[in-house]
T-cell receptor
């Protein structure tokens, strides 16, 4: 059973389109995250939700909008896709929001914007 | 603000040789430090973490790391490399943000190459 799952695994789309990535965790965790990993493997946090409440929002363009319908799901919607949005997007979860919490990552969604 | 610096974007070792991956942090308060591993086309998984208990931390797959406050370091070691250790390794620190949340901040990663 996959602990943190993401769909789709691959996403190829044209500039200007709108797309969504879905994430689900079955670990019973309270906190979920979205990360962006660029072509040089640099990993940067975008958003974090704790019990459906947004707690971290890191200087991400307004075209990116996270939504958490319940604490097991955190989706990412991207409007007006740009070439620079091409990256691997990782969802992660942790038991809580304490600084010592281990993060559990999904397998990633590879987004290519043409 | 806290940050981590990983020295060496690539480290190459022979199978059976010692693995040493370097991580230095900058912090004015005791940090929480992590090492994660990313195998090709996969997400990250935790190797080990330092949470102010023992300074020598043992993790999975024979890896360990030593927290040295005087050197602000948290280097990752393994006595004998295996081919299956070839992966990207990330050092990370929890950084406190406004509102009381903690932001995980990752280093730029070190790619470990293991030669037969």
């Amino acid at each position: 059973d996959t602990a943190v799952s993401q769909t789709p695994k691959y996403l190829v789309t044209q500039m200007g389109n709108d797309k969504s990535i879905k994430c689900e965790q079955n670990l019973g965790h309270d906190t979920m995250y979205w990360y962006k990993q660029d072509s040089k493997k640099f990993l940067k946090i975008m958003f974090s939700y704790n019990n459906k409440e947004l707690i971290i929002n890191e200087t991400v363009p307004n075209r990116f909008s996270p939504k958490s319908p319940d604490k097991a799901h955190l989706n990412l919607h991207i409007n007006s896709l740009e070439l620079g949005d091409s990256a691997v997007y990782f969802c992660a979860s942790s038991q809580g929001r304490a600084p010592w919490e281990t993060q559990y990552f999904g397998p990633g969604t590879r987004l290519l914007v043409l | 603000a806290q940050s981590v610096t990983q020295l060496g974007s690539h480290v190459s070792v022979s199978e059976g040789a010692l693995v040493l991956l370097r991580c230095n942090y900058s912090s004015s308060v005791p940090p929480y430090l992590f090492w994660y591993v990313q195998y090709p086309n996969q997400g990250l998984q935790l190797l080990l973490k330092y949470t102010s208990a023992a300074t020598l931390v043992k993790g999975i797959n024979g890896f360990e790391a030593e927290f040295k406050k005087s050197e602000t370091s948290f280097h990752l070691t393994k006595p004998s490399a295996h081919m299956s250790d070839a992966a990207e390794y990330f050092c990370a620190v929890s950084e406190q943000a406004s509102g009381g949340s903690y932001i995980p901040t990752f280093g730029r990663g070190t790619s470990l190459i293991v030669h037969p």
